[in-house]
């Protein structure tokens, strides 16, 4: 279909979400987001609601017609989706961790917020030009990666949740965007719904500015564990980078950057399985003791899964990503630390040995963490694994029945 092209539009801004530029373009043109997406093609099968698919990826003709309409090009409109991070991030990239549709990617064990975000709220507010103090900041599209955690910019963790109603950013019922259809809100308003009456006003729309908010208190006290958090996201978002170098270090050997988050993940959920197999490596007292509180966390609810259902999935609560950036942060950071300690033979058999304690503390989640289709090789064989071809899939494993 050869669709009308906006009479006006915007140029995107820095990493920006589809969702993110569909709120600002909508708020610049005095329209509902649902009307923008509904003029780009996006809202077909619903009105107001445009599918979660839509974040990630589109199809060509799909992408030709929004850039048509946004008066953008293919770089651009491409360049608004999640898919194309996969070139970097592994739990996104179709070759190494293959995916079929969204759905798939919806599972918190996946590492990638699709139904809702991160932000800080210091980029939401912009800067003193008259789009950023009339449209507000960019809501990045890496906010949405679970191994983001912190604003390097403005030295701050992010934030999940809305600090009036906490609802978690962005959390739509349907689509993208919550509230779609209504034009009034500004695109860094919580779109929540919520019902509040007071003796003048009523309302079922949140709407607090999510440039606003009381926590304006620095990551940590502690200098050491601040310049840790704030030094691992800074090398984090290089990876990311588009310019960012192709290979990073896993156990000794260059393995491609996507894998090499594939890699992070799977010892952050060896990490909180297994501890405190790794306080070691933690690199400072104040991380340790965040890794710590997680997973006695995640053990209570694995331990209270099992007393209700002696057979119930528990593999998810360890391999989910934290749900508190600083948590993140520290067990990445420890991650971190483990694959690069792993280019020596002590560091291969601390790996080792961390492997070997989480199997005997979780021996079918362990198994499951090791066979996570795209993990380096090197990292399986510094595990103690056998080393299998990219591609081939992992055989399964006679289990004890009941064995966790
Ligand atoms: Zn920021
Ligand atoms: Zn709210």
């Known amino acids: 279909m050869n669709r009308r092209p906006l009479s006006r539009s915007l140029v995107p801004l820095d990493d920006e979400s589809l969702a993110g530029f569909l709120l600002r373009?909508?708020?610049?043109?005095g329209c509902s987001p649902a009307v923008i997406a509904d003029r780009m093609g996006l809202g077909q099968y619903y009105r107001a609601a445009m599918p979660i698919g839509s974040l990630l990826t589109l199809s060509?003709?799909?992408?030709?017609?929004?850039a048509q309409v946004a008066r953008l090009s293919h770089a651009e409109m491409e360049g608004l989706l999640l898919a194309p991070l996969g070139r970097r991030y592994?739990?996104?990239?179709?070759q190494l961790w293959p995916w079929s549709g969204p759905q798939q990617l919806t599972y918190l064990r996946r590492w990638v917020y699709l139904r809702n975000t991160q932000f800080c709220s210091h980029c939401l507010t912009s800067d003193n030009s008259v789009f950023g103090v009339l449209l507000g900041g960019s809501w990045k599209r890496r906010w949405h990666l679970a191994v983001s955690f912190a604003c390097v910019e403005h030295r701050r963790l992010l934030k999940r949740n809305c600090p009036r109603c906490q609802h978690p950013a962005q959390a739509a019922r349907w689509g993208i965007i919550e509230h779609a259809a209504e034009e009034d809100l500004h695109p860094t308003q919580c779109r929540a719904s919520i019902h509040w009456k007071t003796s003048s006003k009523s309302g079922s729309i949140c709407g607090t500015y999510l440039t606003d908010g009381p926590?304006?208190?620095?990551?940590?006290?502690?200098?050491?564990?601040?310049n840790e958090l704030l030094a691992l996201q800074g090398r984090i978002d290089t990876l990311l980078s588009i310019n960012g170098p192709d290979t990073a270090a896993s156990c000794g050997q260059p393995v491609p950057v996507a894998q090499y988050f594939l890699d992070l993940r799977a010892v952050a959920a060896l990490i909180f399985?297994?501890?405190?197999?790794?306080?070691?490596?933690?690199?400072?007292?104040?991380?340790a003791r965040v890794i710590g509180g997680?997973?006695?966390?995640?053990?209570?609810?694995?331990?209270?899964?099992?007393?209700?259902?002696?057979?119930?999935?528990?593999?998810d609560i360890f391999l989910e990503p934290p749900t508190r950036?600083?948590?993140?942060?520290?067990?990445?950071?420890?991650?971190?630390?483990?694959?690069?300690?792993?280019?020596d033979s002590e560091g291969r058999a601390a790996l080792a040995e961390l492997y070997q304690q989480s199997e005997q503390t979780r021996p079918t989640v362990s198994r499951r963490i090791a066979d996570t289709p795209g993990i380096s090789p090197v990292l399986r064989g510094s595990l103690g694994l056998p080393v299998r071809r990219l591609g081939t899939r992992p055989r399964r494993r006679a289990t004890a029945q009941g064995a966790k």
């Open 60 to 66: 060509s003709e799909q992408l030709a017609e929004c």
């Open 215 to 226: 926590n304006k208190a620095p990551i940590s006290s502690d200098p050491s564990t601040r």
């Open 294 to 315: 997680e997973a006695t966390r995640r053990r209570q609810r694995a331990s209270d899964t099992l007393r209700r259902a002696k057979s119930a999935p528990i593999g």
């Open 25 to 29: 373009l909508a708020k610049y043109t």
């Open 325 to 343: 950036p600083m948590a993140t942060g520290a067990v990445l950071s420890t991650a971190e630390q483990l694959l690069n300690a792993a280019c």
């Open 90 to 94: 592994g739990p996104l990239n179709h």
């Open 273 to 287: 399985i297994s501890w405190p197999q790794a306080r070691s490596s933690a690199a400072t007292p104040t991380l």
